[in-house]
């Protein structure tokens, strides 16, 4: 059974830092695709940034360079470093995962998702 399940989220000030964690497990796929997602109240739900399994790295434009992604295979843990917050930053933040080679930036492509955790930046 495939578990996501995010941590980190919390509130802070504008040009603080926060750093998400997302514990996965049950995935027997060596080469996947892992992600974060973000969704604002009234808002489609968009890809933050996305690491495959060799490495590669992508990021919306939004967040280059504040964000950093990056994961601890010994630990199935992936990590969403955000520096230099923003108001706008503030949204529910999910980790996602997708049984392909490739990164894809929709959220249909990614099959298995965590519950989430909240990221609130105040001005």
């Known amino acids: 059974q495939v578990q996501l399940v995010e941590s980190g989220g919390g509130s802070v000030q504008s040009g603080g830092s926060l750093r998400l964690s997302c514990v996965v497990s049950g995935y027997g796929y060596r080469d996947y695709c892992s992600a974060w997602f973000r969704q604002a109240p009234g808002q489609e739900r968009e890809r933050v940034a996305s690491?495959?399994?060799?490495?590669?790295?992508e990021y919306s434009e939004s967040v280059k360079p504040r964000f950093s992604i990056s994961q601890d295979s010994s630990k199935n843990t992936l990590y969403l470093q955000m520096n230099s917050l923003k108001p706008e930053d503030t949204a529910m933040y999910y980790c996602?995962?997708?049984?392909?080679?490739?990164?894809?930036?929709?959220?249909?492509?990614?099959?298995?998702w965590g519950e989430g955790t909240q990221v609130t930046v105040s001005s």
């Open positions: 690491i495959d399994g060799r490495g590669n790295t």
């Open positions: 996602a995962a997708s049984r392909t080679t490739g990164c894809w930036e929709s959220p249909a492509t990614y099959s298995d």
